[in-house]
């Protein structure tokens, strides 16, 4: 059959369709649609996809002195029945009440999309010097703690049809979580790829899950530490060791990385980015091959090139939420999402980084700097005014419209 010309279809021709579908309405029978969650593909669109999930927390796991693993299972009192599944490389968005602060906060699963299915999530939380979220869930929760989190989100996953069969991992501090996951989903056999975890820490002492990784290493699985400051000469010990001093550099990663296509998938702080995204340049790399993690707040705009000059400290925002209206006091270089957040205001946010467009709000009137690097808006946000709190700094003084968060 000959192909169609598709430039030299009429799009008018679809309302041709248009008498033989009401001629099946006006032909149905007039009994009323059964309940729409007793569709078996909505079932599987709420089973993958909930709106929330209520959960507790079962088992914790100390990992090293400032790290903790807190194992998650569904809370059926609270409404949650099983976890959604994922892949590896998700993350969840955990809502916390913090004083009177409401918020959200992103983490990496850090367990195996198997482990979901058996009814568990792991999520692995390190203590950050002067942070908020972080040392709250270390501090406060305990076994029994109910805890609400968002489905999977993310898209800092495997994808065989983009992603070469070859994966080097550049892992750096807590941006290890996602790599044990991916670890776990391939020795499961749930990922098709093979991967080589460049694991950057200062001292083999900050390096964790080394015992896990070791037990995974094989044809499919490598783990090579990069240890910074790390004196001794040996330092990972054991068989098989594996480490090699200094920086994950373009040099470094050609030292492991195939003759063949292979894929970077990086995650870790903006100070490792900012060091080996330009040791990736000089690779070659097609730039479906460079995959980021990009969780992680933007701090500081007054750094960037084309912030403005002469930006008052501080204005006035007025909100409007669920058809009330609040006037707060926001710092020019903290987040609009932070100022919400510390007003009490329960906005929206997952990844607080520009990506995923949760916070997406209108803005009626000011000025706001958003990075070029985490503006992730699409043409129609710019038309029609919207901005992303997360990683939006006022300018002025500002009126936003905000939908309250679920
Ligand atoms: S929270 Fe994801 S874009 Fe703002």
Not at 292 to 304: M, R, S, T, V
Not at 395 to 400: E, F
Request: charged share 25%.
């Amino acid at each position: 059959m000959a192909k169609p010309n598709l430039r030299k279809l009429n799009p008018m021709d679809f309302t041709k369709m248009n008498p033989t579908r009401q001629a099946k309405i006006e032909a149905a029978p007039a009994a009323a649609l059964p309940d729409a969650d007793s569709y078996k593909p909505n079932q599987l669109a709420n089973a993958l996809h909930p709106e929330v999930q209520y959960v507790k927390v079962a088992q914790i796991d100390e990992i090293s002195a400032d790290v903790k693993t807190f194992w998650l299972e569904a809370d059926p009192a609270r409404g949650t029945q099983s976890l959604a599944w994922f892949s590896a490389g998700q993350y969840l968005s955990v809502t916390l009440e913090i004083g009177n602060m409401k918020m959200t906060r992103p983490y990496s699963l850090s367990s195996s999309p198997r482990e979901a299915l058996a009814g568990r999530y792991a999520l692995t939380v390190k203590r950050v010097e002067g942070g908020l979220a972080s040392n709250f869930i270390l501090d406060s929760w305990t076994v029994g703690t109910e805890v609400t989190v968002s489905a999977p989100l993310g898209v800092f996953t495997y994808e065989p049809l983009r992603d070469a069969k070859v994966i080097i991992g550049v892992a750096g501090g807590s941006g290890i979580t996602p790599f044990r996951s991916l670890a776990k989903s391939i020795a499961d056999g749930d990922e098709d790829a093979q991967l080589i975890l460049l694991y950057g820490s200062r001292t083999m002492e900050e390096a964790i899950f080394q015992e896990e990784f070791k037990a995974m290493e094989g044809p499919k699985f490598k783990l090579v530490n990069v240890l910074s400051d790390e004196t001794a000469e040996c330092c990972c010990g054991g068989e098989g060791c594996c480490c090699e001093k200094g920086f994950i550099t373009a040099d470094l990663i050609k030292k492991y990385a195939p003759a063949g296509d292979y894929s970077i998938f990086l995650c870790g702080p903006q100070a490792m980015y900012d060091f080996v995204d330009k040791e990736i340049a000089s690779l070659g790399l097609r730039k479906k091959f460079i995959r980021h993690e990009l969780f992680g707040e933007y701090f500081n705009p007054a750094k960037e090139a084309d912030y403005p000059a002469d930006v008052a400290p501080q204005f006035e925002i007025t909100v409007r939420i669920a058809g009330h209206e609040q006037t707060i006091t926001a710092s020019s270089d903290v987040s609009i999402l932070r100022s919400l957040e510390a007003a009490g205001i329960a906005a929206p946010a997952h990844c607080r980084s520009g990506e995923c467009g949760w916070c997406h709000s209108r803005l009626v009137s000011g000025d706001v700097y958003t990075p070029k690097s985490v503006d992730g808006r699409r043409e129609a946000d710019y038309i029609y005014g919207y901005i992303h709190p997360c990683c939006s700094f006022p300018l002025s003084n500002l009126v936003i419209e905000v939908s309250p968060a679920k």
